[in-house]
């Protein structure tokens, strides 16, 4: 998935045609012989065939250059020539309905509320009165009252007109916030969250932990056992060192271990990044990692740290030119993330907000043993899926396929749903795949995720299928409700997980194993169709 620069400046989507919007076809490829629009989806009738095919085209710049985590939907100017404002515009709000149901369902207080107010005239006479009209919209469902009141409520009517009025202004806002983000990552990522990790923070578990991790010979299927429903903070960064393999099991040459591999990782360095003789191929590795890292959270402040870019950038090239099979891909450098996080949280101590951290107050030795510590764990994490990251990125391919039949397998209904509305899954899960899913989960939980990962005996790789599959049936009732192609994608690529917590992994990760249990053993639906 490695992007790659566009030969013609002029037509390149970033720089210069800030018309065009990647997400959402063209007003122009929706409309066939005669100015017939194409692709729509009227009340009884699905897309067109070509829906997807022109999706595609419609975006195939964007997906070029690898950059949309800086396309902001809201800023985009000069759209109404290319791309239907009315159909925007419900492709928008139905996804909005369908966010707002699963966190605002049943509180009315928060429902926005329209009121107009039309007052008699002359005539209506001396006793007229003023007619209220009031358009309540709650969960997408609008009723109209019309209400009669008398002139002495008048004063009444105006203030709770002002007060609706108010009320609109707040949830506009809301709404306009939310599509003010970066599409592909639609939450802000919070670097720790305490409330989040109430549900691994238990006296009992550190007890169990402390137990398994100070024995002179590690348990390790005890210590997977354990860490399958979450970790500790505290307890975190060792054990992710014992599950990576990076650590040995025997207690008495762990710190040896890792003394060596920390200085080797010092060779590395100086043996692949500080050269000036670089080939063109390891000159164009390190150029589109350096455009990448930038890129990465560009909303929170410690990723913007010079100091943390280095390291990134060290870690990233490093590990390409020890893999040539597979070289630097985007969304690798996603992958670093995590271990990253871990391995500071434990070096600033786990009580501390990650959010101000300012890495030049940490000295040279805790930073480099951050940075050694989370490129020998990552280059263990992904010997298990560096397939999915060779020419073509066939291992994703194939998963992408997997998941595919297994959902049709599942769940019928949600499958010939999405496929008659021109849906690909190859569209949406790809990323999934490609990133493990952090791009769609806050950073918190996604650490949570992989404590599970990590503890899979037989590797995650196979997991992560079930997983992508329960995170689809989880969003199953929102899906079902959107009715065109747009709405679909906007709903798949902007999935509203921005207020999940380790508790909502673990139901995700408890259903990944139920499908795991019960479709494993009938591998059919994993090989593909001739």
Known sequence: MSSSSSSD??????????GRIPGRPTAASRMGPGGAVRGGSGPGGPSSSNSFQDYQESVSDA????????????????????????????????????????????????????????????????????????????DGLKIDRSIERDDEDEKTSDQQHQNYEALNHVNENRYRQRFHAYPGRPQLLKLSSNVASKDVECESKYEKFTNILEAPLLNLIALKELSWSGIPRRMRAV??????????????????????????????????????????????????????????????????????????????????IRHPASGYVQGINDLVTPFFIVFL?????????????????????????????????????????????????????????????????????????????????????FRWMNNLLTRELPLYCTIRLWDTYLAESDGFAVFQLYVCAAFLLHWREQLLQEKDFQGLMLLLQNLPTHSWMDSHIGVLVAEAFRLKFTYADTPKHLEGKS
């Open 239 to 320: 054990t992710w060192r014992l599950l990576s393999g990076y650590l040995p099991t025997s207690l008495e040459r762990r710190n040896t271990v890792l003394e060596r591999k920390r200085a080797d990782y010092k060779k590395l360095v100086q043996q692949y990044f500080h050269v000036d003789n670089r080939d063109e191929t390891q000159q164009d590795t390190y150029r589109q990692i350096h455009i990448d890292v930038p890129r990465m959270n560009p909303h929170v402040s410690l990723f913007q740290q010079n100091l943390v870019q280095e390291m990134f950038e060290r870690i990233l090239f490093i590990w390409a």
């Open 63 to 138: 997906w070029d250059l690898g950059d949309d985590e800086f396309c902001i939907i809201s800023g985009t100017v000069d759209t109404s020539a290319r791309i239907s404002k009315k159909v925007s515009q419900s492709a928008a709000l139905n996804v909005i309905k369908t966010h707002r149901s699963g966190g605002e369902r049943g509180r009315m207080a928060t429902a926005a509320v329209e009121v107009s107010v039309h007052r008699g005239g002359a005539a209506m006479g001396a006793g007229g009165g003023t007619t209220v009209t009031v358009v309540e919209s709650l």
């Open 345 to 429: 949280q434990e070096s600033v101590g786990a009580e501390k907000d990650l959010e101000q951290c300012q890495l030049g107050a940490l000295s040279l030795e805790q930073r480099d043993i951050i940075e050694a510590d989370a490129f020998w764990c990552l280059s263990k994490f992904l010997d298990c899926i560096q397939d999915n990251y060779i020419f073509a990125q066939l291992g994703i391919q194939e998963k992408v396929n997997q998941l595919k039949e297994l959902i049709q397998r599942i769940d019928g209904t949600l499958h010939r749903h999405l496929q008659a509305h021109g849906v690909d899954y190859l569209q949406f899960s």
């Open 9 to 18: 400046a002029g037509s390149s989507f970033w720089k210069n045609n800030s």
